[in-house]
């Protein structure tokens, strides 16, 4: 269930959010991300009442790790207002880089925290697409500080929702209802712009299920798969991302991206591969183990 989980979050990442924000472009950026925070407290909040008619509601029992959850919970608020600033101001193409970075530090940090090994074909696809970002912040001639800012942040959150063990749900709750008094506040004092129609209304409310949803299905991911597992399935998200920006809204593709779009889906093939090879279980070993 974790790669279903994780291919529903990337894909919704690459392709859903991304076109729905660029349908809020009347919107500033930090209203979109204050609209962001109330709506998904809402409708998780509605979610575990939900649950817990049905009697699957998880235990509610936050407890001193989880404290973790306010650091996360800044983290993917500074990530998803870069993300929006990015989105809102035609550079789409930087935040695609930023998420093709990402994976990367996903696969440091299990290696380098989590002490997650690499197996040869694995190294080699990791390898793979290093050398492609590394073409790309080349060939771009200068640090690109949006696209490190979106992997960094995000990679370090990816980190904390796996060592920090929560419901994803509740996890989720826990940290919009932390940003929560934030996002009233600036609500209040910078009201959403008059003149929104319903259609625009609509579309901030969603920015609930959008939000909320993809989260859910990552934490649920972290919980099941290796870091360095997830990091190289994140690269469908800015593929996604990528193929709308030039695709559907004219922004040009570079060589040397067109570059690394080649050489890291090589790279995801590899590991693809390496997955799919059957090996040898030893005598009285689990074989549920994530991938």
């Given at each position: 269930?974790?790669?279903?989980?994780?291919?529903?979050?990337?894909?919704?990442?690459?392709?859903?959010?991304?076109?729905?924000?660029?349908?809020?472009?009347?919107?500033?950026a930090?209203?979109?991300?204050?609209?962001?925070?109330?709506?998904?407290?809402?409708?998780?909040?509605?979610?575990?009442?939900?649950?817990?008619?049905?009697?699957?509601?998880?235990?509610?029992?936050?407890?001193?790790?989880?404290?973790?959850?306010?650091?996360?919970?800044?983290?993917?608020?500074?990530?998803?207002?870069?993300?929006?600033?990015?989105?809102?101001?035609?550079?789409?193409?930087?935040a695609?880089?930023?998420?093709?970075?990402?994976?990367?530090?996903?696969?440091?940090?299990?290696?380098?925290?989590?002490?997650?090994?690499?197996?040869?074909?694995?190294?080699?696809?990791?390898?793979?697409?290093?050398?492609g970002?590394?073409?790309?912040?080349?060939?771009?001639?200068?640090?690109?500080?949006?696209?490190?800012a979106?992997?960094?942040?995000?990679?370090?959150?990816?980190?904390?929702?796996?060592?920090?063990?929560?419901?994803?749900?509740?996890?989720?709750?826990?940290?919009?209802?932390?940003?929560l008094?934030?996002?009233?506040?600036?609500?209040?004092?910078?009201?959403?712009?008059?003149?929104?129609?319903?259609?625009?209304?609509?579309?901030?409310?969603?920015?609930?299920?959008?939000?909320?949803?993809?989260?859910?299905?990552?934490?649920?991911?972290?919980?099941?798969?290796?870091?360095?597992?997830?990091?190289?399935?994140?690269?469908?998200?800015?593929?996604?991302?990528?193929?709308?920006?030039?695709?559907?809204?004219?922004?040009?593709?570079?060589?040397?991206r067109?570059?690394?779009?080649?050489?890291?889906?090589?790279?995801?093939?590899?590991?693809?591969?390496?997955?799919?090879?059957?090996?040898?279980?030893?005598?009285g070993?689990?074989?549920d183990?994530?991938?």
């Amino acid at each position: 269930m974790g790669l279903f989980y994780a291919l529903g979050a990337f894909l919704s990442w690459g392709l859903v959010v991304p076109v729905h924000f660029r349908l809020l472009d009347g919107v500033p950026a930090w209203g979109i991300l204050a609209h962001r925070i109330v709506w998904s407290s809402l409708f998780i909040v509605l979610l575990l009442a939900t649950l817990r008619l049905l009697r699957r509601a998880p235990r509610i029992r936050l407890e001193r790790r989880h404290g973790f959850l306010l650091l996360s919970a800044l983290l993917i608020a500074g990530n998803w207002s870069l993300y929006l600033w990015a989105v809102q101001n035609g550079r789409m193409l930087d935040a695609s880089l930023g998420y093709f970075i990402n994976p990367l530090v996903n696969v440091a940090l299990g290696a380098l925290v989590l002490r997650e090994s690499l197996r040869p074909l694995q190294l080699a696809a990791v390898a793979l697409a290093a050398i492609g970002v590394v073409a790309a912040v080349a060939a771009a001639g200068s640090l690109p500080w949006v696209a490190l800012a979106l992997a960094v942040s995000f990679a370090i959150y990816g980190l904390i929702r796996k060592l920090v063990p929560i419901d994803p749900i509740l996890g989720l709750g826990a940290e919009t209802i932390a940003l929560l008094p934030i996002a009233l506040a600036y609500l209040a004092v910078a009201p959403t712009p008059p003149g929104q129609g319903t259609g625009q209304w609509l579309l901030l409310m969603l920015t609930g299920i959008t939000t909320a949803v993809p989260l859910m299905w990552f934490a649920a991911a972290a919980s099941r798969l290796k870091l360095s597992t997830i990091g190289l399935l994140q690269y469908i998200s800015p593929t996604g991302l990528l193929v709308l920006s030039v695709l559907a809204y004219g922004e040009s593709l570079p060589p040397s991206r067109a570059l690394v779009f080649g050489l890291i889906w090589a790279g995801l093939a590899l590991y693809a591969l390496d997955a799919a090879r059957p090996r040898p279980v030893a005598l009285g070993a689990s074989t549920d183990s994530p991938a």
